[in-house]
């Protein structure tokens, strides 16, 4: 079973984890500082999320996390990743749900930088079609990543929420 919760003091280890197996499209995470502070600031603020799996006979252990800002009417994902062997099971989606409850209240415009088209881990990582299923419209290019690699903002946009009569 996967779970999916704040972040909290002790989680860094975990989101490095993840940070380990996607390092070759997103270039150094691990060993850069700078990465470091801005998870810790998010679980600071409560900006962070954690996916854990929590089958009795095997420890907890993160298989995806997020990281995410608001400044409505626009609000973005920082960083999304799922575990390896977890990528296609739903986790990013539940991850993705659990962000949009907790941090949008709309109206407004949800923004993530992901790969171009001609990015390698565009198509390996399946994150472009993951936005795209989720509703997300491929906007313009955007700077290329650390490791050189194209980027481009995808956005998808937040109706006024429908409140009860």
Same mark, same amino acid.
């Given at each position: ?24 499209? &997103? @270039? ?7 990465? $470091?502070?801005? *998870?810790? =600031?998010?679980?600071?603020? #409560? %900006? ?19 990281? &995410? @800002? ?7 994902? $920082?960083?999304? *990743?799922? =575990?390896?062997?977890?990528? #296609? %099971? ?32 565009? *198509? ?42």
């Amino acid at each position: 079973m996967i779970t999916i919760r704040p972040a909290r003091d002790g989680d860094l280890d975990g989101f490095l984890t993840l940070a380990a197996q996607v390092e070759h499209w &997103f @270039g150094p995470m691990v060993e850069e500082p700078g990465f $470091h502070r801005a *998870v810790e =600031a998010h679980i600071r603020t #409560g %900006a962070a999320l954690i996916a854990e799996t929590t089958e009795p006979a095997t420890p907890s252990a993160p298989v995806g996390g997020l990281l &995410f @800002g608001a400044d409505p009417p626009t609000y973005h994902v $920082h960083w999304l *990743v799922t =575990a390896a062997h977890c990528r #296609g %099971a739903g986790v990013g989606r539940r991850l993705m749900a659990e962000a949009m409850l907790r941090y949008v209240s709309g109206p407004g415009t949800v923004e993530v930088v992901t790969f171009g088209p001609d990015h390698p881990g565009a *198509v390996e990582s399946g994150a472009r079609a993951f936005y795209e299923k989720l509703g997300f419209l491929p906007g313009e290019p955007t700077d290329p990543g650390p490791e050189g690699g194209s980027r481009q903002i995808y956005r998808l946009d937040v109706p006024v929420p429908v409140r009860p009569a």
